[in-house]
T-cell receptor
Framework: RKEVEQDPGPFNVPEGATVAFNCTYSNSASQSFFWYRQDCRKEPKLLMSVYSSGNEDGRFTAQLNRASQYISLLIRDSKLSDSATYLC???????????FGSGTKLNVKP | EAQVTQNPRYLITVTGKKLTVTCSQNMNHEYMSWYRQDPGLGLRQIYY???????DKGDVPEGYKVSRKEKRNFPLILESPSPNQTSLYFC?????????????FGPGTRLTVL
């Protein structure tokens, strides 16, 4: 079983739509959680860390549900520039091993 | 400019010919890591280093070696490359070994082994 699982998509949405991605992780002892964004053929870049209380950064909201072992990312008012692959990342806390999901592809269309 | 650099960016080689991919960061980061990215599998950690002369295996270390003689450099060595090592490789660094830190990635090295 994979450590981190994501729906690969693609999610095709119109500009202005609200879209949500989920990610599940297998190890209940996981300590830290992130969403990274990766543009085609480019390096991943941190979008936001995910905290137990949930956190928001502009149009982006991340939630963590430890009981069900999933992380979510909500994007409101989608922009064309949001088109990318979104990677869910989990750290089990043991000496800094990071586990990446295979990514969810988002296409925002005019 | 704070950055992680990798060289080469693209490499086509043949089975068995030793190669090294260099990685360098100018942010004085303690933690560095190598990943490979394959379709449908996501990024998988190959090796990581928590400081100079401290390295450890990630999830897919077979066929790879690393060294950390200086804080800024973390080269990835393929002693005898094979076609199943054809992949997109990323080097990353973060300020220290805290699991809560952001990782900064290099631009990637696309390796093809024939």
């Amino acid at each position: 079983r994979k450590e981190v699982e994501q729906d690969p998509g693609p999610f095709n949405v119109p500009e202005g739509a609200t879209v949500a991605f989920n990610c599940t992780y297998s190890n209940s002892a996981s300590q830290s959680f992130f969403w990274y964004r990766q543009d085609c053929r480019k390096e991943p870049k941190l979008l936001m860390s995910v905290y137990s209380s949930g956190n928001e950064d502009g149009r982006f909201t991340a939630q963590l549900n430890r009981a069900s072992q999933y992380i979510s990312l909500l994007i409101r008012d989608s922009k064309l520039s949001d088109s990318a692959t979104y990677l869910c990342v989990v750290n089990k806390g043991n000496f800094n091993k990071f586990y990446f999901g295979s990514g969810t592809k988002l296409n925002v269309k005019p | 400019e704070a950055q992680v650099t990798q060289n080469p960016r693209y490499l086509i080689t043949v089975t068995g010919k030793k190669l090294t991919v260099t990685c360098s960061q100018n942010m004085n980061h303690e933690y560095m890591s190598w990943y490979r990215q394959d379709p449908g599998l996501g990024l998988r950690q190959i090796y990581y280093s928590m400081n100079v002369e401290v390295t450890d295996k990630g999830d897919v270390p077979e066929g790879y070696k690393v060294s950390r003689k200086e804080k800024r450099n973390f080269p990835l060595i393929l002693e005898s490359p094979s076609p199943n090592q054809t992949s997109l490789y990323f080097c990353a660094s973060s300020s220290d070994a805290s699991p809560y830190n952001e990782q900064f990635f290099g631009p990637g090295t696309r390796l093809t082994v024939l």
